[in-house]
C-alpha cells in the first residue's frame, strides 16, 4: 500500500521560512517522479513543484520560482519543499504527489498517488 505523509507545516509569518517533506512508503520511490500541490480555500488544486525520479529536472510554478527549493533523497524516501519569503497568497494545504513515470510533471492528473496534505498558514 503507497503512503505519502507530509509534515512539518503550521503558522509561520509573511516573510519567514518553513520546511516541508514527505515521507513516502510502499513504493519504489528511486522511480518515482514528485510533485508538490497545494490548495487554497476557495480554489482549485494548483502545481507548486516537481521533481524528477533522480533530481534531474526540477519545475516550478511562477508564484513559487526562487522563493521555493524542491529536493529528494532517494535513500531515505522522502522528498521536501523549502519554502521561503512566505507570502500570505501562500496560506493553502499542501500536497504531495507520486507520479510512477518518474517525470517531474506539472499536471495533477499525471500523479497517481496523493499524501494527505498539510497545512501552511502565512500571517500578514
Known amino acids: 500500500q503507497v503512503q505519502l505523509v507530509e509534515s512539518g507545516g503550521g503558522l509561520v509569518q509573511a516573510g519567514g521560512s518553513v520546511r516541508l517533506s514527505c515521507a513516502a512508503s510502499?513504493?519504489?520511490?528511486?522511480?518515482?517522479?514528485m510533485g508538490w500541490f497545494r490548495q487554497a480555500p476557495g480554489k482549485e488544486r494548483e502545481f507548486v513543484t516537481a521533481?524528477?525520479?533522480?533530481?534531474?529536472?526540477?519545475y516550478y510554478s511562477d508564484s513559487v520560482k526562487d522563493r521555493f527549493t524542491v529536493s529528494r533523497d532517494n535513500a531515505k524516501n522522502t522528498v521536501s519543499l523549502q519554502m521561503n519569503s512566505l507570502k500570505p497568497d501562500d496560506t493553502a494545504v499542501y500536497y504531495c504527489?507520486?507520479?510512477?513515470?518518474?517525470?517531474?510533471?506539472?499536471?495533477?492528473?499525471?500523479?497517481?498517488?496523493w499524501g494527505q496534505g498539510t497545512q501552511v498558514t502565512v500571517s500578514s
Open positions: 521533481i524528477s525520479w533522480n533530481g534531474g529536472r526540477t
Open positions: 504527489a507520486a507520479d510512477l513515470l518518474g517525470g517531474a510533471g506539472r499536471g495533477a492528473s499525471e500523479y497517481q498517488h
Open positions: 510502499g513504493l519504489l520511490f528511486s522511480r518515482y517522479g
